[in-house]
């Protein structure tokens, strides 16, 4: 037969449950500030003495009678909250009836403050005090003693001691005094408690339920700013009146939604709970969007930015569940799906907000490090479920929709930006979105969304649809009627507009070809105009012009006859000649006079061919033939002498000129300009040619460079030196003169320009180079 045995607990399972899981003083003061919630109380005390290593807790909660502390307290991971069967719950569920923990460890966070506890404690109905001495020293000498071998002391109290600042509890209540503190408290530590406590029971200043104080005693009777007297987060007003924000909630087998904005209330809509798990607690959530102006406010009052506060805090039966909420921490998982798109969903740093879940216990359970969460189950699964989908995305949905769209928006503080037909048109499509879902029930909207424009055109089709999906899930006769006049005035303004429109096209449509018939007249305006309006007096500045280039022929023929006399009386071989010395005298003579003769021709015929020019722009010529120059663009007056004067001229090259965007500020003789123009077409003709090209480049800063260029023969080197293509009376042809070229160049020099052959000289391509003013249309 088998001996039963009993397992034994050493002494060091003080520090596992104790200063091994209850990891710091901070986590350790929240542990018994949580069993004062548990206790129901509404006030607690907590008073540092750094000069004697002294910390005092008093609560006004329920407190306990002796035989609580000797069954319940002293009885090792016992909690009675765990215990509460959960038919039971609804009866605890009332005001300072939730409880904070329960896995009954929380009293060991009084070894990690301090190395001994004295605690006195008073029931309700009940006269007597009780009193419990610990040193928690005397757990740490032997770890092979037995747990429960090691006394503590347990009394009855006269009173309860005095502290400096609570007042003397005259009812139930409990204080803790704990000796010799293993930590140094002094205002920093203090301070950044405050601010952990803060948000640990009340981030967002939004409940009254328990008074939590800190007091410092350092002598002085003065409070000290930040660190003495109870704390609280004062910015309410600043969530609700400055904000977007959302409050949901769960309960009953139903959620109810209501969304505000900027203290205008937008929306209530309420929709059956697809949340099994949480039938058995109610789930209420307050979450804030916080605009740039908004951010600014929170900064200034709080002294910290709002990402460094916190983001969604989570709390279970009043009490904060660590680390949900933390600048760091992630748990609703909203950062990685931003991550996804910037503009498109929030994420941390975007909200605030607290969940409040009251719940039965071991509904959820809270990590046992206390500074890791709750337990993944199915039911902490759907709360953070709920709060994503029904709270965070839900108000994602009108801040992405509505306020992200109207940059401005991002600097106020109020909503008058929330009046304009477009921003009601925003915060009318998110309403009809949900009116449209046929379990969602819209119990309040805001009627000014539904105030219909009388001006047409801000009402959009979606504006209208939005309209008519709120009007039918609400039932709302009076708006359909508006919505039904608003769309006959829609059509009307639509037939009106399109009778116009087709009349504007018909209008555009003839002011193009207008536009086109101007343009034409204004290209041949430029320099070449019709031939309608030639007067009297232009007339007669042609005819002078002629007489001039006339006289100018006439006077080369003239010196060209006489040098063909004096040729012809030096040939006759005289008499006197007697020596070689006297013939080469005579020939060196012949030579001068042709010579002569050829600059005289030379001069005839560019005189010639300028009142060739002279007499083709008759019918039609705008320069200043009193002068023969013009100041103006000479690229813009090739153009046109392309466009205008070579038009369906017979026997000449399809010439094209390409100006490059460029334009060329110069002084010019539209005359010599047409003059070297037709030479090069007329070369270009002779070597039998069909195209001929002149295509503008910027050669330097100053000036432009015509290549010309034409598919004729090119140039023959066997019969032809290229180099002397450009001198007097030379030429690769039996029937030319040998002037073409050369009064180009002449032209060219007079302007300051140059011409050469371009290439390798085989083609009869040329580089024109021509100074000016350049500038890039």
Not at 43 to 69: C, H, W, Y
Not at 423 to 443: F, N, P, Q
Not at 617 to 645: H, Q
Request: hydrophobic share 40%; with cysteine; net charge negative.
């Amino acid at each position: 037969m088998s001996k039963t045995e009993k397992f034994r607990v050493s002494s060091h399972l003080k520090d596992i449950i104790g200063r091994e899981l209850v990891t710091n003083e901070y986590v350790a003061i929240f542990e018994l500030v949580k069993n004062s919630f548990d206790a129901g109380a509404t006030r607690v005390d907590i008073e540092f003495d750094p000069d004697n290593k002294r910390l005092v807790i008093t609560d006004d909660g329920q407190g306990m009678s002796l035989a609580d502390i000797r069954n319940k307290w002293l009885f090792v991971a016992y909690s009675e909250k765990a215990l509460i069967q959960p038919d039971t719950y609804r009866d605890k569920i009332k005001p300072s009836g939730q409880f904070a923990g329960s896995k009954g460890i929380g009293r060991f966070a009084c070894d990690t403050l301090g190395k001994r506890l004295d605690l006195y404690s008073r029931a309700k109905e009940k006269n007597s005090i009780s009193r419990l001495e610990v040193d928690w020293t005397r757990f740490e000498d032997d770890s092979s003693e037995e747990f429960q071998s090691i006394d503590v002391a347990v009394s009855a109290a006269k009173s309860f001691p005095s502290a400096i600042n609570a007042p003397t509890l005259s009812g139930s209540g409990t204080v803790l005094i704990i000796e010799e503190a293993r930590h140094s408290w002094d205002s920093d530590r203090i301070q950044q408690l405050r601010k952990d406590l803060a948000k640990l029971i009340d981030p967002f200043g939004t409940t009254t339920h328990v008074t939590v104080s800190t007091w410092l005693l350092d002598g002085s009777d003065q409070a000290i700013s930040g660190v003495d007297g109870p704390i609280r987060n004062e910015i309410a007003e600043l969530l609700i009146e400055k904000t977007s924000r959302i409050d949901v909630k769960i309960g009953g087998g139903f959620i109810n939604t209501t969304l505000f904005d900027r203290g205008k209330k937008i929306y209530v809509v309420r929709e059956p709970s697809p949340y099994e798990e949480l039938s058995d607690c109610q789930v209420e959530g307050h979450i804030y969007f916080l605009n740039r102006a908004a951010k600014k406010t929170f900064t200034t009052r709080m002294g910290v930015r709002p990402i460094e506060f916190g983001s969604v805090f989570l709390f279970l039966n009043r009490f904060r569940i660590f680390p949900i909420g933390e600048e760091f921490d992630d748990t609703l998982g909203l950062n990685r799906r931003k991550q996804q798109g910037q503009s498109r969903y929030l994420g941390t740093r975007d909200v605030i907000g607290r969940v409040d879940v009251l719940a039965p216990p071991k509904m959820f359970r809270e990590v046992s490090s206390r500074d890791a969460g709750l337990i993944e189950d199915a039911r902490s699964r759907a709360l953070f479920d709920a709060i994503r989908k029904h709270m965070i995305y839900r108000l994602e949905r009108y801040v992405v929709g509505v306020n992200w769209r109207d940059k401005p928006d991002q600097d106020r503080d109020t909503p008058e930006g929330l009046d304009t037909d477009s921003s009601r048109s925003r915060i009318l499509a998110v309403v009809g979105a949900l009116a449209k879902s046929k379990d969602i029930e819209i119990l309040y909207y805001d009627e000014e969304l539904t105030r219909v424009p009388e001006d047409p055109d801000s009402i959009t089709d979606e504006t209208l649809k939005s309209l008519s999906q709120l009007a039918d899930s609400s039932g709302d006769a009076k708006l359909l009627k508006r919505i039904e006049a608003a769309k006959s005035r829609i059509e009307e303004l639509r037939v009106s507009r399109e009778e116009a429109r087709q009349a504007a096209h018909r209008a555009l449509e003839e002011q193009q070809r207008t536009n086109q018939r101007i343009a034409l007249l204004e290209k041949q305006a430029a320099f070449l105009g019709s031939s309608l309006d030639v007067d009297v007096e232009r007339v007669q500045l042609l005819m002078h012009q002629a007489k001039i280039h006339l006289g100018h022929v006439r006077s080369a023929i003239s010196n060209a006859a006489y040098e063909i006399r004096s040729l012809l009386e030096n040939a006759v071989t005289p008499a006197g000649l007697k020596d070689i010395q006297d013939v080469e005298d005579q020939l060196a003579s012949i030579r001068q006079s042709a010579r002569r003769i050829s600059v005289a021709v030379a001069g005839a015929t560019l005189s010639g061919d300028r009142l060739g020019a002279v007499l083709s722009f008759a019918p039609n010529i705008r320069v200043d033939l009193e002068t023969d120059k013009v100041e103006g663009d000479l690229l813009r007056f090739l153009e046109e002498y392309f466009e205008v004067r070579l038009v369906g001229i017979p026997n000449i090259p399809a010439a094209t000129f390409d100006a490059s965007g460029l334009t060329l500020y110069r002084s010019f003789s539209p005359v010599d300009i047409a003059v070297l123009v037709d030479n090069l077409l007329d070369n270009a003709h002779k070597a039998k040619a069909h195209k001929i090209e002149f295509k503008v480049g910027q050669k330097w800063k100053n000036a432009i460079v015509i290549r010309v260029s034409d598919d004729g023969l090119g140039i023959d080197r066997r019969k032809i030196d290229s180099s002397k293509i450009f001198e007097r009376g030379y030429s690769g042809s039996a029937n030319g003169t040998g002037l073409g070229l050369y009064s180009i160049r002449q032209i060219l020099q007079e302007m300051g320009g140059t011409i050469e052959l371009a290439g390798d000289g085989s083609r009869a391509d040329f580089d024109i180079v021509v100074p000016g003013e350049i500038h890039e249309s």
